[in-house]
């Protein structure tokens, strides 16, 4: 099950959009007149497939969209448009029971994502029993396997979710996804709301369950540097729209868009050298109401050249690659300069 | 998902202290505003309970020839203008004003919660129509709506309930909607709603239990105000018909003696006091009970 078989995707999007219509007052209206209306792109078309067995991390910074895009998959929000496909069959608006079952989510928040008043035993109990997973006299044995699987014993089954640490929770957490088996996991950043102590072992449990279990996660965070180890390929989301996947290894080593060198310049690191000063982005990215044409990251890019802000990029193949190992949206993505300093220098470590 | 996961080193110290984390609910009993609202409210209903054996006078029959006693051995608050007892009346008064005052809620309380929590889960045109409805009864004074419905429906407790019941439930409408609609967004509700369980059981298993306990202390303040109503209802000689011992009645009918014998209406005020004293404790008390941080 290590070896992710690259044929099959078992979660296609396909152009997914996700726009917001903007409120405005009807005095405000009818001072502009029937002009446009105002719309926040949160997705801008997002091409993306997670396969099975693999773990992708979806990296970005606030506001690029990437909750918004997890809670699309998981059905929690609809798209104004584009396809999402599971196991190759486009999924339906509404999803029904057994569906909704198929792809789970693990939210930021261990402290809103537990039911104050419902003890763990129950809320597993629940679970197993809705979707009929084992039959009443099996739950509690069930309930207690999950537990194990994620690191806590069957003590927690009596207890409510405000007698555990937040490491402890977000273990609850990813049993309650765990519990009815799902196929897709959809880890909304679990642990960034964590003590950094406990991240590490939450990240383990995540590899752990993706190697032992086969279950095929999308892993979003904002930090590189979290998923590095986790991942097998990495998508980099800059204002709603994917622009670079590669596999995880080859994103570190080669990172073909200026976006990706600035994320990976950023990991904080133990040495008194300073960032290369040419992969720091200024200023913060534009507001999602107001895209700026041609490149979205062009205002910000060091890169940037005419054609830049005339041209939109879309995910190209990066050219001498294998199809599907590394693609960018850079007009210059065969241009830049090589990437050496940092990565270099981790390795010395 | 039959292999167990291998525990690493670290997970022990883990384990260890959720053991000892696993502490029992803090006890009622330590809370106490919650045990000083059910002392009192639990008087009230022991003395409203055992009227008939607690006095042996009857609260109806008069006996002019008693009439306008000072308080005395036999009388121990005096007795009224037609010869009855007032500790008596008052005994029987606590029985008809604290049954309609808890009865009172209930309809309302159930009803009103209902509303809100479809209005609240469901929002759209649903959302509005009711929200409209709820504010044009908002609209009217609580006590001026009641009075007017009482006065239309003709006075005795069927009416009073009729009254309070149509005029209170917007109240517990609002309140359990604002509560579900921040409740609906948060993850668990979410997170509920994912693991493909019904909207009926995400409202009334995952939300309604988190949002109840604003729509409970409320009632309790109702409770205070039904009363409140029930007595003025009363006062105003509206509510309950006059022979049967209630406090709003012995209120009117002993204001005009009230430089001679200030204790026929003074003390049923008292007991509206007391009691709506008793109900806010217990109020207090259950709000503090059910808040989810006292599990701690």
């Not at chain 1, 990991?267 to 720091?280: K, L």
Request: one cysteine or more; charged letters at 20%; proline letters at 5%.
């Amino acid at each position: 099950m290590n070896q992710p078989d690259v044929d099959t995707a078992i979660l296609g999007m396909s152009d997914i959009r996700k726009t917001y219509r903007l409120s405005s007052s009807v005095l405000q209206r009818f001072m502009k007149g029937s002009g446009r209306r105002s719309e926040l792109t949160a997705l801008a078309g997002v091409d993306l497939e997670l396969r099975r067995g693999e773990t992708l991390a979806l990296v970005g910074e606030s506001g690029s969209g990437k909750s918004t895009l997890g809670k699309t998959l998981v059905g929690s929000i609809g798209a104004s448009s584009g396809i999402i496909s599971y196991n190759g069959a486009p999924m339906p608006a509404h999803r029904d029971k057994e569906l909704s079952r198929r792809i789970q989510m693990v939210f930021q928040d261990p402290y809103s994502s537990l039911n104050p008043r419902i003890s763990v035993g129950s809320m597993l109990k629940e679970l197993l029993l809705l979707h009929q997973i084992v039959p009443r006299d099996q739950v509690r044995d069930e309930s207690i396997r999950i537990l194990n699987r994620v690191g806590m014993d069957e003590d927690a089954l009596t207890a409510y979710p405000s007698q555990f640490s937040g490491g402890q929770r977000q273990r609850i957490a990813i049993a309650r996804a765990l519990a009815v088996r799902p196929d897709v996991l959809i880890a909304d950043e679990p642990v960034s709301a964590l003590d950094v102590s406990v991240q590490a072992t939450i990240l383990d449990l995540f590899e752990s369950l993706q190697k032992e279990l086969g279950l095929s996660i999308l892993f979003i965070a904002h930090n590189l540097a979290v998923v590095q180890h986790l991942s097998q390929r990495v998508a980099v989301m800059y204002l709603g729209r994917i622009v670079e996947v590669a596999e995880t290894a080859e994103l570190f080593k080669n990172p073909r868009h200026p976006y990706t060198r600035a994320l990976i310049a950023s990991i904080p690191r133990m040495s008194a050298e300073s960032v290369n000063q040419q992969f720091v982005v200024h200023g913060d990215p534009p507001s999602p109401i107001d895209i700026p044409p041609g490149c979205r990251f062009s205002p910000r890019c060091t890169f940037a050249q005419d054609q830049c802000r005339k041209v939109d990029p879309t995910l190209q193949n990066i050219a001498g690659t294998v199809v599907g190992l590394h693609s960018s949206a850079c007009l210059r993505a065969g241009e830049l300069p090589i990437f050496s300093t940092i990565l270099q220098r981790d390795g010395a470590q | 998902m039959t292999r167990t996961i291998p525990v690493p080193a670290n997970n022990r110290g883990l384990r260890r202290s959720a053991k000892k984390r696993s502490r029992a609910l803090k006890p009622w009993y330590t809370n106490t505003s919650l045990v000083a609202g059910m002392i009192v409210i639990g008087l009230l209903i022991f003395v409203a309970v055992f009227a008939p054996i607690l006095t042996p006078y009857d609260p109806i029959q008069q006996d002019l020839r008693h009439a306008l006693q000072d308080p005395s051995a036999a009388h121990w608050f005096g007795t009224d203008k037609y010869g009855r007892d007032i500790l008596t009346r008052l005994l029987w008064g606590t029985r008809v004003d604290l049954r309609i005052g808890f009865l009172s809620v209930i309809i309302p309380f159930v009803f009103g919660s209902i509303l809100g929590a479809l209005a609240g889960y469901f929002g759209g045109w649903f959302d509005t129509l009711v929200m409209r409805i709820v504010d044009v009864f908002f609209a009217f004074p609580f006590l001026v709506m009641v009075i007017v419905l009482v006065f239309i429906l003709g006075s005795g407790e069927a009416s009073i309930y009729l009254a309070i019941a149509a005029v209170s439930w917007v109240a517990y409408t609002k309140i359990v909607r604002g509560e579900v609609i921040v409740a609906k967004e948060l993850d668990y509700v979410v997170g509920a709603r994912l693991s493909g369980m019904s909207h009926a059981r995400v409202l009334f298993r995952h939300i309604g239990p988190n949002v109840l306990s604003q729509s409970i202390i409320y009632g309790m303040s109702d409770i205070v105000m039904n009363i409140m109503g029930v007595v003025t209802l009363g006062y105003l000689g509206l509510g309950i018909a006059p022979p049967t011992a209630e406090w709003g009645s012995m209120i009117l009918d002993g204001q005009e003696f009230i430089t001679s014998h200030w204790l026929q209406a003074t003390l049923p005020g008292l007991l509206v006091v007391v009691t709506s004293l008793g109900v806010s404790w217990l109020g207090d008390g259950l709000s503090e009970q059910l808040s989810p941080e006292r599990r701690k």
